[in-house]
């Protein structure tokens, strides 16, 4: 199988069934409580990190944790496994933060056009080789589709960690694919937070642009 060759089928589902708003209605009312609690610490954590605030990196366990079994329950594996690496992800970025405000050193920076093109190239190996491991070896339907989301959502989490401000460019990227799965995977709550990361993300990306140039000048 290759890439994306589910794509076609996974949005006739998601955008051509006459009863999509009454099913996306029904969904929200029967969210889970572990759900909810996700979805309220992810927005925050969001908002947070957007606003260079280093709260956003405690607040963002809760949300991983709550996550990481929420997704393992409805089958998004790769998900799942994200949340390991966002959990100990978290502990970095709050200890690399502090140590940055701390060094009095340059908050965010930007990457140079050799590290664009190795973040594109380490996003399609992974998104290639954790599709087809997937696909391969667990019993989700989506398997590229969650590989690639899984893979962008790793390397930007890494880039945000690192105060590196395209990493919002990823993340406007992965939300964008991420409302229709979740959707489709019967969470529309989270399909809902991440319909708001998107709107963070973008203001995020434009705050921190600000920043970077101010600082740069």
Not at 72 to 98: H, I, R, S, V
Not at 107 to 126: D, G, H, Q
Not at 176 to 190: E, H, M, R, S
Request: proline share 3%; hydrophobic share 50%; aromatic share 18%.
């Amino acid at each position: 199988m290759l890439p994306f060759t589910q794509l076609p089928l996974f949005l006739n589902v998601i955008l051509c069934q006459t009863s999509f708003w009454a099913l996306f209605l029904e969904q929200l009312k029967n969210t889970s409580a572990l759900e909810w609690t996700g979805t309220v610490t992810g927005f925050l954590c969001v908002y947070l990190a957007a606003r260079q605030h280093i709260l956003n990196w405690p607040v963002s366990i809760i949300s991983v944790i709550s996550y990481l079994v929420l997704f393992y329950n409805y089958k998004l594996y790769g998900d799942a496994a994200l949340q390991l690496y966002f959990l100990g992800t978290a502990g970095y970025g709050w200890y690399y933060w502090l140590k940055r405000k701390e060094e009095h050193k340059k908050p965010i920076v930007s990457l140079s056009s050799r590290e664009y093109v190795l973040v594109i190239a380490a996003i399609a190996a992974f998104s290639i080789g954790l599709g087809a491991f997937l696909d391969n070896f667990t019993d989700t339907d989506v398997p590229y589709i969650d590989g690639t989301c899984t893979a962008i959502s790793f390397v930007a989490q890494f880039l945000m960690t690192r105060k590196i401000l395209q990493n919002w460019i990823l993340w406007i990227v992965v939300d964008i694919c991420y409302v229709p799965l979740y959707i489709y995977k019967d969470l529309a709550l989270t399909a809902v937070l991440y319909t708001l990361f998107l709107v963070l993300a973008a203001m995020g990306y434009l705050d921190w642009k600000k920043t970077w140039k101010a600082e740069a000048a």
